[in-house]
């Protein structure tokens, strides 16, 4: 955890919004981006697959029904077909072109494979997502993606000094979010838009409404927790935040362990078998006192304030 | 001071009044608001609008608002880490929502007409002139190299097996190709791919004018120079003006559209380069923006081109028609783009 918590708060940014709050926003990073795209042009290549494979079927059926050679086709058989092909070519355009902004248009700004991979669009500096940046960031995928494939086969296929000159050329675009802090794509800066993660909230059960949190009785033993002012005064905020943590987890060294060390603290004499009750009275009744100096204006980060 | 000095006892009492703690009492009695808000966004992000009663529609910004509110009295009063982390995801996807992409696809169309097209088009005046000029250019360029010397034309213009259209062709087989009966069949499969290819183009086009606006400018010019071979080619036969008629019908739209692609391109290209007083991300933003209005035009345009030349230029055979459609729908683009000047009601660009 202390080796990815670094590249994480890399990745902060804070967002204002028009009543003035400041909201956590964390970039979507380019490995989670990356899948999100290989998870999209799987779907759009089954999804051409299928509907080619459909407009080859209906094709041949149709052939089959005027039982001619398809020079001499004539009337409605002709225009059917016609009008097959038209719709295949309409389709075709449509997938390249509008899957990702139909998807991105949408509530929630994200294609399928960014809801997969739990990421999404938004505007950067935190003004409203317009469908002109939509527009405008899906407009260069071209160059981005297409491009820089078709120039690997192109040195693939022994294309020589030129094949290579343009590779590096376009590697410059498709590498782009490697050449920016806010890991931009070309589409991204033109648009004004970035993508990150997508919020998920999922609201806990408060700790500190349980019986044995409230009482302080622990149900179990019938011990009574109660913690004077200097048993209290010891640990600051950020020694709560690690407390609740270390309840919502629930494991049973770790609740040992703090235990143990709260009691060293404190100069009480650390039982055992009752470490869960212990800790909820102690969070509880450490919020309180923390929460009122709050209320007065007195905050205390961590135990060395 | 009395206060302070209480026995051990009292104080003990005061721990457990203090138990239940204000914040939770707090969080208590704003807890149904919060889930409530939670449902509707919940709902909404999974694009179930249908599901969704007009009450949930109207409250969501008012939810939004406490919710908000709600937010920042917890940063100042609750220690309750869980509940501040849910409260900030909650505001951050009820603010997706509410400050989102609301418009229907109709309503932006509505607008997109009604306005915001032709302004983004006024307002890359400057680009549009430069790639008006390059693609002159270019005409006379190609002109000029194969008058110089013939051979050029098969350098531009790489004849494909069994096309007429070389130096020395005769009269008849130019017009043939411009006048012919044959190859009327599939005319709208003809529009379609047309349109297709021409779209991917224009893309390309727009796209590679992020690279400071230098690719648009060779593929402007490289893309006339053919023209210029062309009409070179139909003058020595004397049907300069069939061949002007012949590329007029759809060519006045699809150069058009090539034109502002490329002039979209540019200016996104020259914002980067030249920023002005804002950052360039600021400044790559803006034009981005505005160059993206303009591409949604040139595809529509784009789509009237592939009509007019694999319906029309083929259903109208006769020159001074298709001079005649091609330049009223030239006129129709003019007009449509600096003569309209409705500034629309309201954007969600701002």
């Keep these: 955890m202390s080796t990815a918590q670094p590249k994480r708060s890399d990745r902060r940014r804070t967002l204002v919004t028009p009543e003035g709050i400041a909201l956590p926003l964390v970039l979507a990073s380019r490995g989670t981006r990356f899948g999100a795209l290989l998870i999209d042009l799987v779907i759009i290549v089954l999804a051409v697959i299928l509907i080619t494979a459909a407009a080859i079927y209906s094709g041949v059926g149709l052939l089959g029904m005027a039982g001619k050679e398809f020079d001499k086709l004539e009337g409605s058989v002709k225009y059917s077909l016609e009008f097959l092909v038209i719709l295949y070519i309409a389709v075709m355009f449509l997938f390249r072109h509008g899957y990702f902004l139909f998807f991105e248009l949408g509530a929630r700004g994200a294609t399928p494979g960014k809801r997969a991979t739990g990421i999404r669009v938004a505007a950067r500096g935190g003004g409203r997502l317009s469908t002109e940046m939509v527009l405008a960031r899906n407009l260069l995928r071209d160059v981005e993606l297409i491009l820089p494939i078709a120039a690997i086969f192109s040195v693939l296929d022994g294309g020589g000094v030129t094949a290579w000159i343009a590779l590096a050329w376009l590697a410059v675009f498709a590498l782009f979010p490697f050449f920016n802090h806010d890991r931009l794509r070309a589409g991204d800066l033109v648009a004004g838009t970035w993508v990150v993660e997508a919020p998920k909230s999922k609201l806990e059960v408060a700790l500190s409404t349980g019986e044995t949190a409230a009482s302080g009785t622990s149900r179990a033993t019938g011990a009574s927790y109660r913690f004077g002012e200097e048993e209290l005064a010891i640990y600051g905020e950020y020694e709560l935040q690690t407390l609740e943590r270390v309840l919502r987890e629930n494991r049973s060294e770790a609740l040992v362990a703090v235990h143990e060390a709260i009691c060293r603290k404190i100069g009480w004499n650390p039982g055992t078998g009752d470490e869960r009750a212990f800790l909820e009275a102690y969070y509880t009744q ?15 980060a961590d135990k060395h304030a | ?4 000095s209480l026995s051990k006892e009292a104080k003990s009492e005061a721990a457990i009044e203090a138990a239940a703690l204000r914040s939770d009492r707090f969080r208590q009695e704003r807890e149904p608001d919060w889930k409530r808000l939670e449902a509707i966004v919940t709902r909404m992000e999974k694009g179930r609008l249908r599901r969704i009663s007009d009450a949930d529609v109207l409250a969501l910004p008012v939810l939004y608002r406490t919710v908000a509110s709600s937010l920042s009295v917890a940063r100042e009063t609750s220690l309750d880490a869980a509940t501040l982390a849910y409260l900030e995801s909650l505001v951050q996807r009820a603010w997706f929502l509410v400050y989102g992409p609301r418009t229907t696809l109709w309503s932006w169309l509505g607008r997109f007409f009604g306005g915001e097209w032709s302004r983004a088009v006024r307002s890359i005046w400057k680009e549009m002139a430069v790639a008006l000029a390059l693609m002159v250019a270019g005409t006379v360029i ?26 020395g062709a005769s009269a008849e087989a130019l017009k043939e190709v411009m006048f012919g009966k044959e190859g009327k069949d599939g005319l709208s499969v003809f529009a379609a791919s047309l349109f297709s290819h021409n779209a991917g183009v224009a893309i390309l086009c727009f796209a590679l004018g992020f690279a400071f606006g230098i690719p648009p400018l060779l593929l402007l010019i490289q893309n006339t120079t053919l023209l210029g071979a062309l009409l070179w080619l139909h003058d020595e036969q004397g049907l300069l003006i069939d061949i002007v008629g012949w590329l007029s019908i759809h060519g006045t739209t699809e150069l058009f559209a090539i034109l502002l692609a490329g002039a979209a391109g540019l200016h996104v290209g020259r914002s980067m380069a030249f920023p002005g007083d804002r950052s360039v991300l600021e400044a790559a933003a803006a034009a981005g923006q505005r160059a993206a209005v303009v591409m949604a035009g040139v595809v529509l345009m784009l789509v009237c081109a592939g009509m007019l030349e694999g319906l029309g230029r083929q259903l109208i055979n006769d020159t001074t028609q298709r001079l005649v459609v091609g330049y009223a729908i030239l006129a129709f683009w003019l007009a449509y783009f600096f003569l309209f000047h409705r500034v629309p009601a309201t954007s969600d660009a701002e």
């Excluded at chain 1, 450490?286 to 205390?300: C, D, T, V, Y």
């Excluded at chain 2, 001071?1 to 302070?4: D, L, N, S, T, V």
């Excluded at chain 2, 110089?148 to 259209?165: S, T």
């Design chain 1, 286 to 300: 450490l919020r309180a006192r923390l929460e009122s100096g709050m209320r007065m204006g007195q905050r205390k």
């Design chain 2, 1 to 4: 001071m009395a206060i302070f």
């Design chain 2, 142 to 167: 190609g002109w000029q190299l194969c008058a110089m010397d013939p051979d050029w034309y098969y350098a531009l213009f790489p004849a494909e097996g069994g096309d007429p259209r070389v130096p």
